[in-house]
């Protein structure tokens, strides 16, 4: 085993000091990725420094360069903002400063720096390391070191982490703070929502993004903007008559309320400011409707960061100090970054040219080409936006004759009402006639279906829930009635929504084919439930809000043990025998061990998790969280658990159980559910209107490939013929048989302080940018 997997055990810090610092404007979960380097970096036994103040701390030395505990990060995760101060720094840009920017590294014998910051922040760590050996010589020269310390010290490495709410960075999905700062914007979108819609009114929010227009564009998908103006994609000329025309449109449609958003550098074709007041401006002049202005500003950058970048970054933070124990003399500055689940390394300077070339082209009107320089995530988004936004004249739209139903099936999960509105719109579009069924399968076999409007589904994507109605009926013992009602309503295709039952559906429905000829149509299945534990698919709709109350609530239960000194908390997560949402929320709140069914555990393990609260308790840190997965041991269950760390931990810590319940489900689905819902249903939408076109011309066909379910394989979105999916399956325990998370959990034991071993074979490949889109 030891051949083939190459574990970090073999990569000592010993001797090494590593320094960390914050640069450029703040972003949600920078602590997070602190608290991930101090930790780690402490963890393989190098020394870690924090350097207060970014670039400016270094310049000045004295205490601006500490050394870290362990205990000295704790309490951080949950921190928006950076905790050790960031600034901007000119005299950075000087060598004179950067001259003695390199004596105060020398002096503690930093030679590994890890940045986290935006662009300009890395390019000048960059060139702080190609500059140091030059600096080196001058510091011996003028008597500063010594030639053995120049020696000692020869070589800077450098691995950089970004940190920037704007998402404007080449070669990663996500920066770290992203996610954040879409989660405050959706916040206020809904809370203005419900007063737009009392008062009949227009409202124009202003969202952050100087020079990229992606919080603007994932904002106006995730809440169904009328309008959306980027720097990216300057509108056509005329485009003032056309958004007039679509407000006006809806406002004749019965919609209360409309929602432009605008990207601070939002630009027209001859590259002028579009501002705020202008288009204010505009809707009071040609439409007289009542408007208001909002400015999001900071707001965007402030408060707790969400699930997803807390796990960003603690990842990124992980991955950033084996790269640095990796690198040798000759070794480029990189920086880590995440393409779909897995963690890379990219050339930091290929990185910054491209997000330059993005800048450069915009500059010079080359609009498409800077969209494509963007990345494949940019894009996506875009295209889907395009593809919802313009609602076509009926006699502009292409009349296909066929009808597709759309249902629920399951428990509810957040981003479900987003899938089915997205599905349903680009349904329209495609010239087909949408019906609704409720209440799943069920509801299917009473008739309880009707044709749905563009209208009918308006304002859904911030509904959590199931506003179809859902229930875990199985067709199996209703195939007849549901045949029937397949033949009556003349259903040409199914688009089936839901958790786990999706798999066990399409399986009946592909086996009733040979009887009953209406299931041979197209049927497409998209994963939705918050236990994320459909097979096919590394996430479901729903999960990432799931992750969010969790994690909330966790925050809030730890936060209750401030004024009282050791405790410990046991809280059971749902998830059925998936232990994702254990795991995930394990790492994201800080926990100290997580229970799951897959990861089998015995009274050995439970005495050593005591002892190891018991150590903890003698530390500055007073209090421990335990996660347990509610079907993760049937003898060992929550009460046990909770009973057992009472009776051992007397006399030095007391215990506090919290069974979490239905609260996970979540209220209004995350920014990411709300997006991911609306992408996959309406690529889920565009292939079942090419199947209907095959089909049409063939014939009814018992395809196996008729009968897809599309899921997220790493970073693309694949459809796969469920066929396949039979053999991946554990049908007893409802769980994948393999499970990308589960390479998780060792993180979230060494960011506890527990000894394991850590399998990083499948990280640390450094690959070029353009490869990584």
Not at 74 to 95: N, W, Y
Not at 237 to 254: I, Y
Not at 368 to 391: D, I, M, P, Q
Not at 479 to 508: P, S, W
Request: net charge neutral; proline share 2%; charged share 25%.
């Amino acid at each position: 085993m030891q051949d083939t997997k190459k574990f970090f055990e073999n990569l000592s810090g010993a001797g090494k000091s590593i320094g960390v610092l914050t640069s450029g404007g703040d972003a949600q979960g920078m602590n997070a990725a602190v608290r991930a380097v101090v930790r780690m970096g402490i963890y393989v036994g190098a020394k870690v420094y924090f350097i207060h103040e970014g670039y400016q701390g270094m310049v000045d030395g004295g205490d601006n360069i500490k050394e870290a505990s362990w205990e000295s990060v704790s309490s951080m995760l949950q921190v928006g903002g950076t905790v050790i101060g960031s600034a901007r720094c000119k005299d950075f840009r000087t060598h004179e400063g950067r001259l003695r920017a390199a004596l105060n590294l020398v002096q503690r014998g930093i030679t590994n720096l890890c940045v986290i910051g935006g662009d300009g922040s890395l390019t000048g760590a960059n060139l702080f390391r190609e500059e140091w050996s030059g600096l080196l010589d001058e510091l011996v020269q003028s008597g500063q070191i010594s030639e053995e310390a120049a020696q000692t010290h020869s070589a800077l490495h450098i691995v950089g982490m970004v940190g920037s709410i704007d998402n404007d960075f080449c070669g990663t999905d996500m920066t770290i703070g992203t996610d954040s700062a879409l989660h405050r914007i959706i916040e206020v979108v809904d809370a203005i929502m419900t007063t737009a819609q009392s008062h009949q009114r227009t409202f124009v929010l202003e969202v952050m993004g100087r020079h990229c227009g992606y919080l603007a564009l994932v904002s106006a998908l995730a809440c169904g903007a009328d309008w959306v103006l980027i720097p990216e994609m300057p509108p056509k000329d005329g485009w003032e008559e056309q958004m007039c025309h679509k407000l006006s449109e809806n406002r004749a449609d019965k919609k209360r309320l409309n929602i432009i958003i605008v990207a601070e550098g939002a630009i027209d074709q001859n590259n002028k400011p579009i501002t705020t007041e202008l288009i204010k401006d505009l809707v009071v002049r040609c439409l007289g409707f009542d408007t208001r202005v909002t400015i999001l500003g900071h707001v965007q950058r402030g408060g707790t960061p969400s699930a997803f970048d807390r796990i960003l970054a603690s990842r990124m933070g992980v991955e950033a100090v084996l790269a640095l124990l990796e690198a040798s003399p000759g070794t480029p500055a990189c920086v880590v970054s995440l393409c779909g689940n897995q963690a890379v390394r990219l050339p930091l300077m290929e990185c910054v040219q491209m997000t330059q070339e993005v800048q450069k082209a915009m500059d010079e009107k080359r609009f498409e080409e800077a969209v494509k320089l963007r990345g494949r995530s940019f894009e996506n988004n875009l295209n889907t936006y395009k593809l919802l936004s313009h609602r076509k004249i009926d006699a502009e739209l292409p009349r296909s004759s066929f009808n597709v139903a759309v249902l629920n099936v399951g428990a509810p999960a957040a981003g479900m009402n987003a899938a089915v509105r997205s599905a349903v719109r680009v349904g329209i579009t495609e010239g087909h006639t949408l019906f609704a069924v409720n209440d799943g399968f069920e509801g299917f076999s009473k008739g309880q279906i009707k044709e749905i409007k563009w209208g009918d589904v308006g304002g859904w994507t911030g509904q959590g829930g199931s506003l179809l109605g859902t229930k875990r009926t199985l067709p199996a013992k209703h195939i007849d009635k549901i045949a029937e009602q397949m033949r009556i309503h003349n259903i040409n295709a199914l688009l089936v929504i839901g958790g786990f039952e999706v798999c066990n559906v399409t399986f009946t429905l592909v086996d009733a084919r040979s009887r009953y000829e209406e299931f041979c149509v197209p049927m497409c299945m998209l994963p939705a439930t918050i236990s994320n534990n459909v097979s096919g698919t590394d996430l479901s709709i729903g999960a990432d809000t799931s992750l969010n109350a969790i994690v909330e609530t966790c925050d809030r239960i730890k936060q209750s043990a401030s004024g009282t000194k050791r405790r410990v908390f046991i809280i059971e997560t749902m998830g059925g025998y998936c232990g994702y949402l254990a795991t995930v929320g394990g790492l994201a709140a800080g926990a100290d061990a997580a229970y799951i069914y897959e990861e089998p555990f015995d009274i050995r393990d439970l005495q050593s998790n005591v002892e190891h609260l018991t150590e903890k308790m003698k530390t500055s840190i007073q209090r421990g969280l335990v996660l347990r997965n509610e079907n993760c041991s049937e003898n060992y269950t929550t009460d046990f658990i909770y009973q057992l760390y009472s009776e051992e931990g007397k006399g030095v810590f007391d215990c506090r159980k919290n069974v979490l319940g239905h609260m996970q489900q979540g209220g209004a689905p995350s920014p990411f559910d709300r997006n991911f819902g609306t992408k996959i249903a309406a690529k889920a939408m565009q292939w079942i209107s090419k199947k209907l076109k095959e089909f049409y011309r063939t014939g009814k066909e018992k395809l196996d490939d008729s009968a897809c379910l599309l899921g997220m394989r790493r970073r693309a979105l694949v459809f796969q013929p469920v066929i396949q999916l039979k053999d991946e399956t554990d049908f007893v325990h409802r769980i994948p048989k393999e499970q990308w998370w589960l390479r998780l959990r060792p993180l979230m034991k060494i960011l506890a302080k527990y000894k394991t071993s850590y399998d990083v074979s499948d990280s640390g490949q450094f690959i070029h940018h353009l490869n990584a889109e």
